[in-house]
Structures are given as structure tokens and as C-alpha cells.
């Protein structure tokens, strides 16, 4: 759905969740900024048993000349199209109202057959969404002080603090706004009530050790997402404690706050085995968060604790992985088998071209962001699915040819760099070159038949994360380097050599 679909409307009425939270209103008033801007007449409301409360709410309404006013009757009909924003339409957490026309705006996962629908649950927040489509509109967000400022607070409550972004496009939103810095404090100072610092304290007081795996649980009666942010950053002080989740329940399920400060648990990577199933999850590397839905885990499990399934899925995650060192594996060679790279155009890009030599920068892709120094002494590759990875020039001489064909894979999301410390940034589909894998271009593999984490001779401070069914290889020229290839990005890359001898180094 694009907005300018919804231009033929005249009046526009956008509906917050009940008790709404920052983001349901920031992502409001982007689609009323939206509409206001294109001459319609819009307006911004919630409703629920609850008018708004909370200090940093009435702050953000106030300062930023949010319009939003309170319908606690749910009788009448809503004349013109009604858009329910960061909710959907006849769920639980937002008051159904009868209405002539209807539209969805929501990053929730969720089933409906409207064709007036944008849902986007890879999103952090609906600040996000909403930001991408009144961009996509025409509307210039930049010029909006008080919007940026809006959808800046919106994403940071909604992924603790910016501690569960995994999506480029949060980040990108959140790296190019501009914001007013002292209302982002003033919001973020105002944000605890004395109710919330009591939850705050029984929840520290009433955790769960799972000593095996220096693990620690937390349950918070329900409160704001943002209080399990804090728990989980104060439980992960305490000494027995390498991995903290603290968990509340909310609307349609429970939200989860996970913190990690040991090399062998990324926190993302954890949260996303955690809700594998039942809910969705991301983050950073020691800060994350997530989200299980009751239903799809009453769906699995009909009769266990949220507490309990949490112990047993956690015991299940350490029980089920086991580390390797690239350096140190001394594995059997006599199970790999060595795989010739199949003549696929792949792509290069050389910052060189466009950088200066110790420039530091920070690369963007749907995996994650990666910290860089440009040092003339490698290119970046671009894999069959947009993965970013850098290769020695050395190495790319002999397992690549470059090409004069342009660049013309479609990528679910366009890699950027952006450079630190000031964070220009730059979209690198038009600096894409094509290269084609060179005919003598060999790996050894091995497909892997248990979990594993391998710490990279390149990079042992973060773990590749290899599941049963992918594989474990090394370039045949180095048979130290290894590292983990997906299943599907496997099949595609590679074919059986014809020659098996492997080349024991």
C-alpha cells in the first residue's frame, strides 16, 4: 500500500492503540503531518478505559503539538477512512470501532485480508514504517523538527533504548534524523514512575538462576517495555549472571529484554533461538529484544508457564551448540568434501574509489552493522542475498575475475556505508561492480550435523552461528580459514568438484 492511495479520502481519522505508548503516537503524527500536508482534514485519537498518564507522554503530546484527543465511547461511526496505527483492527489492544472505510499501518505480526494494509513486524518500530512511507510519499521529514524528534523517541522506547535494532532501515532512520536532543533527554528523564520502580525491585528480588549457564530471569508485572531495559541492564551487573532476560506480559503476549556480556552469547542471536517459533526477536551483539505471542505459544505449548518455557527453551539453546576456534580445530579432513564455486556474477565494490585510506566506517546489511578502517588492502564482496564481507585483494585476485557486465541483482535491501564519526552515509548499489568466480576457485565443506559457533581466525571476538543442514568450510589455499555458509546460500554457491581430492595442507 502506498499513502497516496489514500489521498482520495477526505476525512482521515488515525487511531492509536489504547494506552497508547510513544511509538503509537509518534507513527500518528507522521501519517497526520502526511495527510495535513496534502490538504486532508485529519485527526489523531485513542481510546480504552485509561486517558494517557505517564509524565514523559504528556510531555512528548505537549511539547511537540501532538493533536491528540481521548474517545473513551467506542459507539458512533468514524465517517471517512479510519487507519489504526502501530495495531490492527479488531485486536485486543485497541478499542474496534465501526467505521465507512479502513486502513492498517502496523509493525505486529498479525493476519487480515484488508487491502488497505502496510504491516511490517522485521521492523523495530512503527515510527520506522511510517517514516519510509510519508518519505515515500513526498513528504519532507527533515524539514519537520518536531516529527524527527517524535519518530526519534517513538523507535528509541520501542527497542529499548536503540538496544533491540536489527533492521537497516531503524537504523538508517535513526542515524538521519534530525532531532531535538534536549526534549529526547527531557522525555527519557521523565520516564519511571514510583509504581515502576516498585515492579522494578520485586522483579529483581524474585529472580530465576540457571546456574549451569550463568543465566538469570526476571518477571516484571506489566509495565512499560522501556522498565525491562532497565532490569535487564541492572541484573547484568550481578556477578553470577553472563546472560540476563527479563520478561512482562503485554498485550498478546510477552515482551523480552535480553542482555549479554559474554563473547560465546550474542544477545540477538540468543533472543531469536528464544522466540524461534512463537515470536520474533533482534537486537546487538549484548543488547536485545523480543516478542512471544501467547496464542502461537499456547499453540505449541497449550499449558506451560511463560517462566517454564523460557527455563526449558534456554537449557535446550546452551545444550544444543558447541564452539569452535578457527585457529585451534584440528577437525577429520576425511569428512569434507572439496566444492568448486559455480560461475555465478557476484559483486565487488573497492573503497578505495571513494574513500580515503584510514577512513573508518561502519557497513549496513540485513545481517548487521560491521566496523571497518579502510587500509587499501582488501575489497568488500556482495553475496547472492546482499551479505557484505570483506576479501583480501590478494585473494580476490586469484578466486575472482572482474567484469564489464553491470550490476543488476535485486537486493531486499541496498547496503550502506556510513562514516564515522560523522555519519555520512552512502548507498552502494551504484558502486557495485561484477566480478565472476575464477575456474580454480575451491573450498573444502563439510555439512553440519549439530549447532555449532565458530570463532573465526579473522574475527574471534564475534561467532558465526552454524545451525544442522548448513556447512562448515574452509578456502582450499587456507585450510585454517574457517567459517560458517548457509544451507541456501550453499546450495546456489557451490557444486561437488569433479576432482574430490582434498588438499590436506
Not at 70 to 87: E, M
Amino acid at each position: 500500500m502506498r499513502l497516496k492511495e489514500l489521498l482520495e479520502f477526505n476525512k482521515i481519522s488515525i487511531q492509536c492503540h489504547d494506552n497508547p505508548d510513544p511509538d503509537t503516537l509518534a507513527a500518528a503524527f507522521g501519517l497526520y503531518r502526511y495527510f495535513s500536508h496534502y490538504g486532508k482534514d485529519a485527526s489523531i485519537f485513542y481510546s480504552g478505559p485509561y486517558r494517557i498518564k505517564k509524565s514523559n507522554m504528556l510531555l512528548m503530546i505537549n511539547e511537540l503539538k501532538i493533536p491528540v484527543s481521548y474517545r473513551p465511547d467506542s459507539s458512533g461511526k468514524i465517517d471517512g477512512l479510519l487507519i489504526t496505527v502501530d495495531c490492527q483492527y479488531g485486536q485486543g489492544n485497541v478499542t474496534k470501532l465501526e467505521a465507512d472505510s479502513l486502513a492498517i499501518v502496523d509493525h505486529h505480526n498479525g493476519i487480515t485480508d484488508l487491502a488497505l494494509s502496510e504491516i511490517h513486524p522485521e521492523l523495530g518500530s512503527c515510527s520506522t514504517l511510517v517514516w519510509k512511507l510519508i518519505q515515500d510519499g513526498g513528504y519532507d521529514v527533515l524539514s519537520d523538527r518536531d516529527l524527527c524528534t517524535a519518530l526519534y523517541y517513538g523507535l528509541k522506547t520501542d527497542t529499548g533504548n536503540f538496544s533491540e535494532i536489527s533492521h537497516p532501515l531503524d537504523k538508517d532512520m535513526r542515524d538521519t534524523l534530525i532531532f531535538n536532543e534536549s526534549q529526547i533527554r527531557l522525555f527519557t528523564n521523565s520516564n519511571i514512575s514510583l509504581e515502576e520502580m516498585r515492579i522494578m525491585g520485586e522483579a529483581l528480588a524474585g529472580y530465576t538462576c540457571i546456574s549451569n549457564y550463568s543465566c538469570g530471569l526476571l518477571n516484571a508485572d506489566d509495565c512499560d517495555p522501556n522498565i525491562l531495559g532497565i532490569i535487564s541492564d541492572m541484573a547484568l551487573q550481578v556477578a553470577e549472571f553472563n546472560v540476563v532476560i527479563a520478561y512482562g506480559h503485554v498485550s498478546g503476549g510477552y515482551k523480552l529484554s535480553v542482555r549479554s556480556c559474554t563473547r560465546e552469547v550474542m544477545a540477538d542471536e540468543f533472543v531469536r533461538a528464544v522466540t524461534h517459533g512463537v515470536g520474533s526477536g533482534g537486537g546487538q551483539d549484548y543488547k536485545a529484544g523480543g516478542f512471544i505471542s501467547e496464542d502461537r505459544l499456547r499453540g505449541k505449548y497449550p499449558s506451560i508457564p511463560i517462566r517454564d518455557y523460557l527455563d526449558k527453551i534456554i537449557r535446550t539453546y546452551f545444550k544444543s551448540y558447541s564452539i569452535i576456534i578457527a585457529s585451534e580445530y584440528k577437525p577429520d579432513r576425511s569428512l569434507f568434501s572439496r566444492y568448486k564455486k559455480n560461475q555465478l556474477a557476484l559483486g565487488y565494490i573497492d573503497p578505495m574509489e571513494f574513500l580515503e585510506k584510514n577512513t573508518r566506517i561502519k557497513v549496513r546489511t540485513l545481517e548487521g552493522d560491521t566496523e571497518l578502517v579502510i587500509d587499501g588492502s582488501f575489497y568488500l564482496m556482495v553475496g547472492i542475498l546482499g551479505e557484505v564481507y570483506t576479501i583480501a585483494i590478494s585473494k580476490f585476485d586469484t578466486s575472482y575475475r572482474k567484469s564489464d557486465a553491470p550490476y543488476d541483482r535485486k537486493l531486499e535491501y541496498t547496503p550502506r556505508i556510513y562514516i564515522e564519526p560523522d555519519g555520512r552515509a552512502y548507498d552502494l548499489y551504484d558502486r557495485i561492480k561484477t566480478c565472476i568466480p575464477a575456474e580454480s576457485s575451491y573450498i573444502m565443506a563439510m555439512e553440519l550435523d549439530k549447532n555449532v559457533k565458530v570463532f573465526t581466525k579473522w574475527y574471534e571476538e564475534k561467532y558465526m552461528k552454524g545451525e544442522k543442514g548448513d556447512y562448515i568450510a574452509c578456502r582450499e589455499d587456507d585450510p585454517q580459514d574457517f567459517y560458517i555458509i548457509r544451507r541456501d546460500i550453499f546450495d546456489i554457491t557451490y557444486s561437488p568438484a569433479v576432482n574430490q581430492q582434498i588438499n590436506t595442507g
